[in-house]
């Protein structure tokens, strides 16, 4: 695996030194390069733990994956480095009730002041937010609040704070997150099984690729259209998330999604 593949995965060409100003540039050109997507379980392929297994996905194939694959991938290479890393565990806020444990993966990062890390949420903040017992530091609507063990990502909805999700500060391993990566895949309560989806954010907002919807929003204004052709929607693979498919992919994930 190498470092500077994945840097023009990101198409990164700043500082690498392990500062917070190179760790927000990462984070953001990670965010704005790299798709969240769950593509795989929609086409029956295993995601498997493993970040040679991510490497391989994400860097040489170009293609994106969900928190799992995308916060596992980015952690060993801000270990690689020289910042300072651990996996965490999160419970995710589903309509005022929290999910499990496992839920979600993330990365705290020490480096003079800690920072959560988190390319892999989807629709979320495009850079580390700071952790501090007591300071909230908002960054365009997201923020962490809480004390000791126990933490919360907030977004700002309405003009208020709401839970995306709970966390503590306990480092975790990735086989850790084995079980509950299958429930991500293979229940049918998990909601990536009940929809597929690719997003990325873009300068002036966000594009996702929602079954056979095609969603934009910019400068906060939202349009969408339907995908009717296999062709459209590998165009739209290519040109707007940067890897293509073959169309007996495509033409699967279309009549799943119908």
Not at 169 to 184: A, C, G, K
Not at 185 to 202: D, G, N, V, Y
Not at 215 to 233: C, M
């Amino acid at each position: 695996m190498r470092v500077d593949a994945y840097l023009d995965r990101m198409r990164y060409d700043g500082p690498t030194n392990p500062t917070a100003e190179t760790l927000r540039r990462l984070h953001r050109a990670h965010m704005m390069s790299v798709p969240f997507e769950n593509l795989d379980i929609h086409l029956g392929v295993p995601i498997v733990l493993s970040v040679p297994v991510f490497y391989e996905k994400i860097a040489a194939r170009r293609r994106g994956g969900y928190c799992y694959e995308l916060n596992g991938l980015f952690a060993w290479l801000l270990a690689e480095l020289g910042f300072r890393v651990a996996l965490l565990s999160a419970r995710v806020t589903t309509a005022g009730q929290l999910g499990a444990e496992f839920d979600h993966l993330l990365i705290l990062v020490e480096h003079d002041l800690r920072w959560i890390a988190d390319v892999g949420f989807g629709d979320s903040s495009l850079e580390p937010l700071r952790i501090e017992a007591g300071r909230v530091e908002d960054h365009d609507g997201y923020s962490i609040a809480g004390n000791g063990d126990t933490w919360t990502m907030q977004r700002r909805r309405d003009g208020v704070p709401k839970p995306e999700y709970v966390f503590s500060m306990t480092p975790r391993r990735l086989n850790e997150f084995d079980s509950r990566n299958v429930f991500q895949q293979t229940s049918p309560e998990s909601h990536f099984t009940q929809k597929s989806i690719c997003s990325l954010a873009t300068p002036t907002g966000r594009i996702s690729l929602s079954g056979r919807t095609l969603i934009v929003t910019s400068e906060g204004r939202r349009e969408e259209r339907e995908i009717e052709s296999a062709a459209d929607y590998g165009h739209i693979l290519a040109d707007e998330f940067g890897f293509e498919l073959g169309r007996a992919e495509i033409e699967r994930l279309m009549i799943r999604a119908a």
